[in-house]
C-alpha cells in the first residue's frame, strides 16, 4: 500500500481561509440580488434540497470546527482521512436532517437574514483559523467518529467546502474559480480513498495535475505504458468520486477517457455518502 499523502498544514489552512471567502461572497450575492427569495427557494442536485437547505449546510459546515475546537477528545486511535471518506456513508441521514433543521431555524428568514447568518459562520471559521493551536502537529480533534488530527480535520473541510461549493455553482448557474490548493487537496484524498477501496494494480487513475494512483484487482502493472488507464479533469473526478455524475454520462461527455477492459470504474463509484 502507498505511503499516505502528506498535506501542508499552513496550505490547509490558507486553502480553506481563501474557500470560504469565496462561499461567503457567492452567499452574499446571491442574498442581494432581484429575486433572492425564489433563488433560496430553487432546486439542487441534492435530491430534494433547495438552495437554502444548501446554504444553511454549509454554514454547519464552516461552523463546526470554532464550535467544537474546544471541547474534550475522546480516547482512541485518530481516525485517518481515507477512514473518515469511507465513514460518510453513515451519516447521509444525519447530515440532511440537520441541514434541514438550520434551514428551518437559523436559516428561515428572509434573505438578509441568511446573509447574516452565513455571514457568522465565516468570520466564526476564519477567526478560527488563525488560532495558535491549529499549528500544532499533534493536536487531536473531536469529530464525529472519534478523534481526528487536528490537521487532518482542516482537510476534511476543504472536501465539504469545495464539493458543496460546486453544488451551490451548479445550483446557481455560476463558474466558481475554486482555489487551486484546495481542489488539489480533495483530488488526492478522494483519489486515495479510491485507491484504498477498491485496492489492486491493474488500473492506472490520472486527474492531472494532482494525482496518479493505481487500484483494481488484477495484474499488477510494473513497468512502460499502463494497460488499464483512466484519465480525467480535477472537477469531473471530485463529482465522479461524491455522487454528482455517473460513469456512463462523464465517459459520453469525454471528460473521462478510460482505456483497457479493467478500466470501467462503475462498479466503485462513488466513494462518499
Request: aromatic share 6%; hydrophobic share 45%.
Given at each position: 500500500?502507498?505511503?499516505?499523502?502528506?498535506?501542508?498544514?499552513?496550505?490547509?489552512?490558507?486553502?480553506?481561509?481563501?474557500?470560504?471567502?469565496?462561499?461567503?461572497?457567492?452567499?452574499?450575492?446571491?442574498?442581494?440580488?432581484?429575486?433572492?427569495?425564489?433563488?433560496?427557494?430553487?432546486?439542487?442536485?441534492?435530491?430534494?434540497?433547495?438552495?437554502?437547505?444548501?446554504?444553511?449546510?454549509?454554514?454547519?459546515?464552516?461552523?463546526?470546527?470554532?464550535?467544537?475546537?474546544?471541547?474534550?477528545?475522546?480516547?482512541?486511535?485518530?481516525?485517518?482521512?481515507?477512514?473518515?471518506?469511507?465513514?460518510?456513508?453513515?451519516?447521509?441521514?444525519?447530515?440532511?436532517?440537520?441541514?434541514?433543521?438550520?434551514?428551518?431555524?437559523?436559516?428561515?428568514?428572509?434573505?438578509?437574514?441568511?446573509?447574516?447568518?452565513?455571514?457568522?459562520?465565516?468570520?466564526?471559521?476564519?477567526?478560527?483559523?488563525?488560532?495558535?493551536?491549529?499549528?500544532?502537529?499533534?493536536?487531536?480533534?473531536?469529530?464525529?467518529?472519534?478523534?481526528?488530527?487536528?490537521?487532518?480535520?482542516?482537510?476534511?473541510?476543504?472536501?465539504?467546502?469545495?464539493?458543496?461549493?460546486?453544488?451551490?455553482?451548479?445550483?446557481?448557474?455560476?463558474?466558481?474559480?475554486?482555489?487551486?490548493?484546495?481542489?488539489a487537496a480533495v483530488v488526492g484524498l478522494l483519489a486515495d480513498a479510491f485507491a484504498a477501496q477498491v485496492p489492486g494494480s491493474s488500473v492506472e487513475l490520472r486527474i492531472?495535475?494532482?494525482?496518479?494512483?493505481?487500484?483494481?484487482?488484477?495484474?499488477?502493472?510494473?513497468?512502460?505504458?499502463?494497460?488499464?488507464?483512466?484519465?480525467?479533469?480535477?472537477?469531473?473526478?471530485?463529482?465522479?468520486?461524491?455522487?454528482?455524475?455517473?460513469?456512463?454520462?462523464?465517459?459520453?461527455?469525454?471528460?473521462?477517457?478510460?482505456?483497457?477492459?479493467?478500466?470501467?470504474?462503475a462498479a466503485y463509484l462513488p466513494l462518499l455518502g
Amino acid at each position: 500500500m502507498a505511503e499516505p499523502r502528506t498535506y501542508d498544514p499552513a496550505e490547509v489552512r490558507a486553502a480553506l481561509a481563501g474557500q470560504t471567502e469565496l462561499l461567503h461572497g457567492t452567499v452574499r450575492a446571491l442574498c442581494a440580488a432581484p429575486g433572492a427569495e425564489r433563488a433560496l427557494a430553487g432546486p439542487t442536485r441534492l435530491g430534494d434540497w433547495t438552495v437554502r437547505e444548501l446554504v444553511a449546510h454549509l454554514a454547519i459546515v464552516l461552523e463546526w470546527l470554532p464550535q467544537h475546537l474546544d471541547q474534550p477528545v475522546p480516547e482512541g486511535r485518530p481516525v485517518s482521512l481515507v477512514e473518515w471518506t469511507e465513514g460518510t456513508r453513515r451519516l447521509s441521514a444525519t447530515v440532511d436532517m440537520v441541514a434541514r433543521e438550520h434551514a428551518e431555524g437559523a436559516f428561515a428568514g428572509t434573505p438578509q437574514e441568511v446573509a447574516s447568518a452565513f455571514d457568522r459562520a465565516a468570520d466564526a471559521l476564519l477567526a478560527a483559523l488563525d488560532r495558535p493551536e491549529l499549528g500544532e502537529p499533534k493536536r487531536l480533534f473531536a469529530m464525529r467518529f472519534g478523534p481526528m488530527l487536528l490537521s487532518d480535520f482542516l482537510v476534511t473541510r476543504l472536501v465539504e467546502t469545495v464539493v458543496h461549493g460546486d453544488d451551490l455553482a451548479v445550483a446557481l448557474g455560476l463558474d466558481l474559480p475554486h482555489e487551486r490548493q484546495a481542489v488539489a487537496a480533495v483530488v488526492g484524498l478522494l483519489a486515495d480513498a479510491f485507491a484504498a477501496q477498491v485496492p489492486g494494480s491493474s488500473v492506472e487513475l490520472r486527474i492531472p495535475p494532482y494525482a496518479v494512483v493505481q487500484a483494481v484487482p488484477g495484474p499488477r502493472h510494473t513497468r512502460g505504458t499502463a494497460p488499464h488507464v483512466v484519465e480525467t479533469d480535477p472537477l469531473t473526478w471530485i463529482r465522479l468520486a461524491t455522487g454528482r455524475t455517473d460513469w456512463a454520462s462523464a465517459v459520453e461527455a469525454a471528460t473521462v477517457r478510460a482505456s483497457g477492459e479493467r478500466s470501467d470504474l462503475a462498479a466503485y463509484l462513488p466513494l462518499l455518502g
